[in-house]
């Protein structure tokens, strides 16, 4: 029974650990939509502010400049995002799905030139890394039956980044429900005419949303590079980008809700590393493709109608042309 809550908390221990990206983008992905711009690119905005993020980190040697780094290089690609969609009123998925085309493609070629490793970057020394806290007295309470081992499992011992993403939560939810920026932020991707005609502008506001966004992503790429992993790996985002975005159509663009639906998708991914090689009774070993696919069958299967009625922004995804 023992072993059982051991194995159950680090299974659950892993979900928040995975769930970290997952959330930084869906918080993300929440100020830019409810802005009421489809924010596709979060994946390559993740990847783009990973290998940032990487770079500056082996380089520099320390890993808050390379924090910065995802930051600035995420931001920058918000910029370019908000300027095809909304300065250029152009189609906002066709402008994410090339920023995320973009981002793929430069950091693999980037990589490859820079560091002769097949694009992926150097591996980063333990001192380089974001580390892991240990809360006080966590190896003497972790004594303690059944609380102990959550205290020092699940609550000690994760990295700054992991508690900075739950602070992030009621932060975002703060910023876009009980301030005036955030009720501008929501007035744009509801009725931007209304909220035009109230002397905000529109386009400034979608700006920075994005501009939110992109530092969101920044950290959740800069988390995947320099804390969860040690350096960047081609394509390491992997569709976290896309699965933060199915999270937050499942939490109905609400912060706490995504956070809940970002730690079902890390749950059913730490499962998955979890079941590797172990024997099921009656059904044996599970195909290792079949486990590695169980996060992205899971967003399929929640997205093709087990989530209920999400209603959308009103005015996501269409461009504002003032006085039209």
């Known amino acids: 029974m023992a072993d059982l809550w051991l194995l159950t908390v680090l299974t659950l221990d892993a979900t928040v650990r995975v769930s970290v990206p997952l959330i930084f983008a869906a918080m993300a992905g ?30 520099a040697g320390n890993p808050w400049l390379g924090v910065l780094a995802g930051i600035a290089i995420s931001c920058a690609m918000s910029l370019l995002h908000s300027f095809a969609s909304v300065s250029q009123r152009g189609d906002q998925v066709i402008s994410g799905l090339a920023a995320n085309t973009l981002a793929m493609g430069l950091t693999a070629t980037i990589g490859i030139a820079w560091f002769k490793q097949g694009g992926d970057t150097p591996r980063l020394d333990p001192e380089q890394r974001f580390f892991g806290i240990e809360w006080p007295f966590a190896d003497a309470i972790g004594q303690i039956p059944v609380i102990g081992v959550v205290y020092k499992e699940l609550i000690s011992g994760h990295n700054i980044l992991v508690y900075l993403a739950f602070l992030v939560v009621p932060l975002s939810s703060w910023i876009l429900f009980k301030t005036r920026f955030g009720m501008r932020i929501r007035a744009v991707g509801e009725s931007p005419v209304a909220a035009d005609t109230a002397g905000i502008s529109v386009e400034k506001m979608r700006y920075l949303a994005g501009l939110c966004a992109g530092v969101l992503c920044g950290i959740a790429g800069a988390y995947l590079s320099t804390a969860h992993s040690a350096g960047f790996v081609v394509n390491m985002t992997a569709g976290k980008g896309f699965i933060a975005l199915a999270a937050l159509i499942f939490g109905k663009w609400r912060p706490f809700q995504a956070m809940l639906a970002c730690f079902l998708f890390g749950f059913f991914e730490a499962l998955a590393a979890r079941l590797q090689g172990v024997e099921i009774v009656g059904i044996g070993q599970l195909s290792s493709d079949l486990i590695a696919a169980l996060p992205y069958l899971l967003t399929v299967i929640l997205l093709a109608g087990f989530i209920g009625k999400a209603i959308a922004p009103a005015a996501i995804g269409v461009p504002y042309v003032k006085g039209r």
């Not at 489809?38 to 290998?51: R, W």
């Open 30 to 59: 929440c100020f830019s939509e409810r802005a009421g711009v489809v924010d596709i690119s979060l994946e390559g905005k993740m990847l783009a502010a990973a290998f940032a993020a990487a770079v500056m980190t082996y380089v």
